[in-house]
């Protein structure tokens, strides 16, 4: 089975750092791209960004480029995105996503559930 | 950045029909933003419905289907049940492979 198992719900306090990480299995983690996608308390859905797991590229949306890095560690499948100083406004969901072409999306994972507070 | 709009809320009776619409900022809606729309029921994480405008996933029903209507990519619901009530959001892809969502709409079935 297909699966992307996201790192459990995350609270913190605003100025600390923080990694999440998206698991693959089931494929071949390097064929796929895998993007991020938040979701604000009560909001719709934002692409962030992606990665190319097989070299690391990366994109990103104009509004998180410079506020997250997206990166990947192909020897054990997984994807991260991370913040070097987390904001209040960084409260959210947070999803990863295989794409299969283009941004048809599937799997999602779970979510991570980030709560940034002091 | 390119704004994506849909209808913020739609209510179809059980059995009946419905059409989600999804418009951008940057003009007529083609094939060449390669439409999505996502499913999204409350707790739960999205799911994709519809890729490159008409395609449907494995497991989209068949009352689901997707559509080029008036200058915008559309979803339409044929035979409502009340399992459909959800949020649904439609995706567009621009030049550079940045993908802007819709604000998303949500589907009452009543």
């Known amino acids: 089975e297909v699966q992307l198992v996201q790192s459990g719900a995350e609270v913190k306090k605003p100025g600390e750092s923080l990694r999440i990480s998206c698991k693959g299995s089931?494929?071949?983690?390097?064929?796929?791209?895998i993007s991020w996608v938040r979701q604000m308390p009560g909001k719709g859905l934002e692409w962030m960004g992606r990665i190319d797991p097989s070299d690391s590229y990366t994109n990103y949306s104009p509004s998180f480029q410079g506020h997250v890095t997206i990166s990947a560690d192909k020897s054990i499948s997984t994807a991260y995105l991370q913040w070097s100083s987390l904001k209040a406004s960084d409260t959210a969901m947070y999803y990863c996503a295989r794409q299969i072409r283009g941004f048809w999306f599937d799997p999602w994972g779970q979510g991570t559930l980030v709560t940034v507070s002091s | 950045q390119a704004v994506v709009t849909q209808e913020p809320s739609l209510t179809v009776s059980p059995g009946g029909t419905v059409t989600l619409t999804c418009g951008s900022s940057?003009?007529?809606?083609?094939?060449?933003?390669?439409p999505y729309w996502f499913q999204q029921k409350p707790g739960q994480a999205p799911r994709t419905l519809i890729y490159d405008t008409s395609n449907k996933h494995s497991w989209t029903p068949a009352r689901f289907s997707g559509s080029l209507l008036g200058g915008k990519a559309a979803l339409t619901l044929s035979g409502a049940q009340p399992e459909d009530e959800a949020e649904y959001y439609c995706l567009l892809s621009y030049s550079g492979a940045r993908p802007v969502f819709g604000g998303g709409t949500k589907l009452t079935v009543l």
């Open positions: 940057t003009g007529a809606v083609t094939s060449g933003h390669y």
């Open positions: 089931g494929y071949s983690f390097t064929s796929y791209w």
